[in-house]
Structure formats: C-alpha cells, structure tokens
C-alpha cells in the first residue's frame, strides 16, 4: 500500500532541491547534504530523505558518489539551444506527404527495431493488471457479455467517466455532450468533416502530426500551415492576419504538449484564440490527447474550457494515457454534436463494446488519478535523461525542445543533415526516428526529426541515442 502523505513529502523536498537547481543556486559538482543531515533538516524520517534524493537520481540531476555522497550531475546551463520557431510557405496548399509517412512507417515493423519513433507509453507503465481485471469482471458482469451494439454515442457509464475527468480542465459538460469514437483521429476526422466541405482551407500549426494531413487529405481540404514556437505554440497574430487572407473556414489545434514540438499553449493564449475565432464564426477543433501528461503543478486549461458559444470541439482518447490498442476516444462538439452523430452512425455505427465497458470499470475502480500521477513522473525523469543524452552525444550546433509534458522530443539539426536520409541511415542500425519532413505538408523540415521517450531509460536506449548522434556527426555536423 502506498503512503500517500509520504509520497507527497519525498516529492515536495525532491522539489525544492530541483529548483536550486535550476537556478543554478546548486551547481554541477556541488556535494548535497548526507540523507542524515537532509533527513534532520528537513524533520523527515530517513526512508523519506533517501526517496527524495533516489528520484532526483533517476531525473538525471543528481549522483551517488561511493562513500563520498551526493553531487549535482545536470545544470541548465548544459542544454541546447531551442529549435526556431517554425517559418512555413505563406499559403493555402494541398496536402502531399502521404507517401513519405507510408515509406517511413512501412519501414518500423522490424521486432528487432530500437523505436523512437512511436508516440506511446512503454508497457511497463501502464496499468495492465487492473486492465486485465476490469475486462474480466466486464465480461462477467455485463448483458451477452458485450457482444451486443453499444449507442451510437458511446456507454453511458464511460461518458459519466469522462464528465468527472472533464473537472480537471475546467469542463462544464454532463454526459449528453459527450461522443465515444475509436481513438483521438477517428474523432478528429468526424469533427473536421462536420464543420468544413471539400475545398476549404483549415488552419493547422507547423510542424504537427502528420495523421491530421491524412485527415485533411482525405476530406480534401487545403491546410494553412501556422508558424508555432516551441514553447508557447502558434503566433496568434499571425492566424489573425491569415483568417481573411486565405478564407480560413476551420481549425484544427494541438494546443497542450503538440506532437511533435511539445508547446504547451498558456492559458492566456487560448482564451484569446477561442475569442479572436468566437467573434468571426470559425469553429476550432482541439486535440487535447496529451492534457493529462503534464510535468507541473496542475493541468494546463483547455481552449473548450474558455468557449463560450460551442464552437470548440474537444478531442481526445485514453490511447496516451491508458490503452493504446483499446483504440477509445472521444469527441465534445459542442453546437456540431448532432451532426457528429450522424457522421458516426453513418461510419462506424458503434464502438467497441467491450472495451468502453472495460474502460469505464477501470475508471470506477482502477485509482485512475493514482496511475496518471505516478506515470507523469516517469515520463518527466525520461524526458530529461533522453534530453541530456542528446545534449551529450550530437553536435553542439543541436537544438533540442524542452517539453513540460507528453512524450515527444523534436531535435534541430544544421542543414547539412536530412531527416529522411538519416532515418533510412538509422534503420541500418535497427533505430526507428520519425523524420522532420512527415509533419509538415510542404515537406519542411528536412533537417530536424522527432523522438519519443516512451520507454524507460536503459543502456540500450543510451546507445540508441549515442548511435543517433554519431551519424548526425557523419553528415558534418559540427
């Protein structure tokens, strides 16, 4: 059984230490008090000061030096530099990569293959037993042991589930405004489809997910690319410029944690763009799949939480989170929710029974909050040990994000490098990468790739990124 008072303490103190740290009060070599004189200090009992010091260890920030203590490893001040700020072509344009993603993911099916290239969860992580249990009581409990047709909309119990979680961003919802899908993209598309027709043009960040250009193509629409930092997401006075530019009818947004830059919108900054949309009519749909992957405090907000006239339709899923092969997502459309309706029935009728109802059971019952609060800090200590890595092993001309959530790292090479080119190098090494050119429809990007640290840390996941960095320098990086 878990304390979770003390869990609560070692992190609270494992907190205080990361900030002088990060302030570079503590500096690289500095020696840190013995777990005693921590434990004295800061009236703790020792099992609590070791705990405090052991996750600073496995962040990467601190080391145990034998018979000598604790010193700081990690500073700040060893990070690369941030990637530019995106710099698309000025206009609305068909979508063309399909082929580039198709080779690239044809490519990753290898069992032998070192994949950074998957935006998932490590297995390890997630709560598979519980699942497990949640399935089986399901199968028992339920009527035909969900063989049957679920609603069209969804499970109820699963959309009463998804109210409560709806708290947590600031979700003013009950369960009739919720959709159940299969997965985030299914949702993704449903909603593009019922706000726009063949032929419009749909705003879009740059660089983003290279499932939203299938998504776009596949409803023929023309996508308007828009510039986004690597901290902070799209240049709002940019979109404004470019809605009555190029008659922009939609858009579609990754406003917490974007796949594959990882910015993180402010909250300041998504009520002026669910405003500046609300004012001329143009529906928004958000893609909130990694909200609840934050590395803070607290959640970040959503746009849906600032909207006022249903105009934003939120999109998610449990495939970041949860369970990737469930494949259940869902949509919150806001004004559009009959037409959703109808587009589903129309599509895919109902999703999977059995694995709502499994969902819903383990929502119930699974601690939920519990599991989300212990994998956002693996996530976190991954994230810095696959970033020093980086910083470690390519050349110092690398610029490398800073992500406060997800699972994503997109790095920046010098333009003597090509994304695909060095991903086909990869291969030969039995490392998957997603290069920069598949998330973007102009093909931009050529000199960048994205890397998931999904996994928990290991030697082999060091020597991949060790491998990674020596081909970089093969290219001539400096």
């Known amino acids: 059984m878990i304390d979770l008072k003390t869990d609560h303490k070692y992190s609270e103190v494992a907190d205080r230490i990361q900030s002088l740290i990060d302030k570079r009060i503590l500096k690289v070599g500095d020696k840190l008090l013995s777990v005693r004189a921590l434990s004295k200090e800061q009236g703790i009992s020792l099992s609590t000061a070791f705990q405090a010091y052991y996750y600073l260890e496995s962040k990467g920030l601190i080391e145990a030096r034998p018979q000598s203590g604790y010193y700081v490893k990690y500073s700040p001040e060893h990070v690369l530099d941030l990637p530019r700020v995106s710099d698309p072509i000025d206009d609305a344009l068909p979508v063309g990569v399909d082929d580039m993603i198709n080779s690239v993911y044809l490519d990753l099916r290898s069992e032998k293959l ?3 290239s998957m935006a998932a ?27 049957n047709y679920e609603h069209v909309q969804g499970s109820l119990p699963l959309r009463k589930q998804i109210v409560r979680q709806a708290f947590n961003w600031g979700g003013r919802i009950n369960e009739d405004d919720v959709i159940i899908t299969a997965g985030c993209v299914e949702a993704l598309s449903l909603c593009i489809k019922a706000i726009t027709k063949p032929g419009d043009a749909v705003a879009i960040e740059s660089p983003t997910y290279f499932a939203i250009f299938q998504v776009m193509e596949s409803h023929g629409l023309k996508v308007v690319e828009i510039p986004s930092d690597p901290q902070t997401g799209i240049d709002l006075d940019y979109l404004e410029q470019a809605i009555p530019r190029f008659d922009i009818k939609a858009c579609l947004f990754v406003p ?4 594959p830059l990882g910015s993180c919108m402010p909250d300041e900054n998504k009520k002026r763009l669910v405003d500046m949309l609300a004012k001329k009519e143009i529906p928004l749909v958000e893609d909130d799949i990694y909200g609840e992957l934050y590395f803070g405090k607290t959640r970040p907000k959503t746009c849906k939480s600032f909207d006022k006239k249903g105009l934003v339709l939120h999109c998610s899923s449990f495939s970041k989170s949860l369970a990737p092969g469930y494949r259940i997502g869902w949509t919150i459309p806001g004004r559009f929710k009959e037409k959703v309706i109808r ?5 895919t009728v109902s999703t999977n029974t059995l694995a709502q109802s499994a969902i819903a059971n383990f929502l119930e019952n699974g601690r939920y909050e519990l599991h989300l609060r212990h994998l956002r800090k693996a996530l976190h200590t991954q994230a810095l040990r696959y970033m020093q890595a980086v910083c470690k092993y390519f050349p110092e001309d690398t610029r490398v994000t800073r992500p406060t959530g997800g699972f994503i790292l997109w790095i920046e090479m010098n333009e003597k490098v090509n994304g695909f080119k060095l991903h086909k190098k990869a291969l030969k090494h039995n490392i998957g990468i997603a290069p ?3 998330f973007s429809a102009q093909g931009q990007f050529e000199n960048c790739f994205r890397i998931s640290y999904g996994d928990p840390w290991s030697e082999k ?9 020596k081909l970089v320098r093969d290219f001539g990086g400096r």
């Open 256 to 259: 917490n944690f974007n796949n």
């Open 343 to 347: 587009l589903k029935r129309m599509h």
């Open 121 to 147: 969860p490590s297995f390890s992580l997630l709560p598979i037993a519980k699942l497990n249990k949640a399935v089986m009581h399901t199968l028992r409990e339920t009527d035909a042991s969900c063989t």
């Open 114 to 116: 070192l994949n950074f």
């Open 461 to 469: 996941i060091e020597e991949g990124i060790k491998t990674l960095g």
């Open 436 to 438: 920069g050119q598949i």
